[in-house]
């Protein structure tokens, strides 16, 4: 059981409503900012962010609960402008709920104070002091003339400035062969590594592989140049384009050993170890260099096998004529 005991205090005192301390919707936080608001002796000015500081309410609690009693009628506000162009904002609160009406009514009675902090004389405006004589329209008639001959440069005079040298002519374009062109084009399908090769090199490339070519080297020298020089150990090539241009960047010389075979006659060169070493280059008719898995020794790939019968039967000579005698 509970038990209450009231004493009466003889001085400092204020009388509230029941319905102001159990109000449901108010918090304890907004209920002690209005009570300790409502207790304030006659004229006091504090605003309800300092009472928040006295009462030790945080700024997020007082937040809420100042949004509660705005909520509910008990406080209002308004920003007006005051003497000197200053605005002040008004905050009324009450002991009851009120209407915006109503509260614009009592807000209307109280007199706009100005701020009781001075203000600095750098920030008060100054009064304004006219310019001396009359004002004169600015002029219409452009720039002043000058002779002709006067030096008009603002730089100070000097040793006579040189002509500045005609630009040296631009390098003539090396023409690139198509062949070359089209082995660039080629080399995706040579291997997977080079399959990402950017499309604004290939011109760059074609010119490697033309200085390769001018030098006396043929396609299948430099396939089998490229080859050697990608990686055999399962690292991927990232920058295809650029291991390229290292690659193709230095041209080797053409040596041919004393009592070689001609060219036509030379063994296909050696497919590099590794990966790679497994495929072969196909030797029938394909537009671009093509490899495959043989199986034993054979020069061809499956589809030129399957179709080389059929070519040589369009090819054979016909048979001669058979004479029969009765």
């Known amino acids: 059981m509970i038990y209450r005991h009231h004493i009466a205090p003889p001085r400092a005192f204020t009388q509230f409503s029941h319905d102001l301390i159990r109000h449901p919707r108010l918090s304890s936080d907004a209920v002690r900012l209005l009570t300790w608001q409502l207790s304030l002796p006659e004229g006091a000015r504090e605003s309800l962010s300092r009472t928040a500081e006295r009462a030790r ?18 406080v209002h506000e308004r920003r007006v402008q005051g003497p000197g162009g200053h605005w002040v904002t008004q905050q009324l609160v009450s002991n009851v709920p009120l209407s915006a009406a109503e509260a614009a009514k ?12 001075p203000v600095s004389p750098q920030v008060a405006p100054s009064p ?39 630009p040296a002519p631009a390098p003539e374009t090396t023409e690139v062969p198509e062949a070359a062109r089209a082995l660039v084009a080629a080399l995706p399908h ?65 040596t041919a050993p004393a009592g070689s075979a001609p060219a036509s006659e030379q063994p296909a060169p050696t497919r590099p170890a590794g990966r790679l070493a497994a495929l072969r280059e196909c030797e029938g008719d394909h537009v671009q260099a093509t ?28 048979p001669p004529p058979r004479t029969v005698i009765a």
């Open 190 to 254: 040579l291997s997977p590594d080079l399959r990402r090769i950017p499309r604004g090199m290939h011109d760059e490339l074609a010119r490697l592989v033309s200085a390769w070519f001018a030098a006396g080297h043929t396609p299948a020298a430099v396939r089998a140049h490229i080859l050697r020089g990608l990686p055999d150990d399962g690292t991927p090539v990232h920058r295809p384009g650029g291991l390229l241009r290292y690659l193709l960047r230095d041209v080797p010389p053409v």
């Open 291 to 318: 490899l495959f898995r043989p199986t034993g020794d054979e020069t061809l790939c499956r589809r030129c096998l399957n179709s080389a019968p059929s070519r040589a039967s369009r090819c054979a000579p016909p």
């Open 57 to 74: 309410i945080g700024a997020c609690a007082f937040t809420r609960a100042k949004r509660q009693l705005k909520e509910e009628g008990f």
């Open 106 to 117: 009592l807000l209307g009675r109280m007199p706009v104070g100005v701020p009781s902090a």
């Open 128 to 166: 304004r002091i006219p310019a001396a004589g009359d004002p004169t329209p600015p002029p219409t008639d452009g720039h002043p003339r000058k002779d002709p001959g006067e030096n008009t440069s603002h730089r100070p005079a000097g040793p006579e400035r040189k002509p500045d040298p005609e």
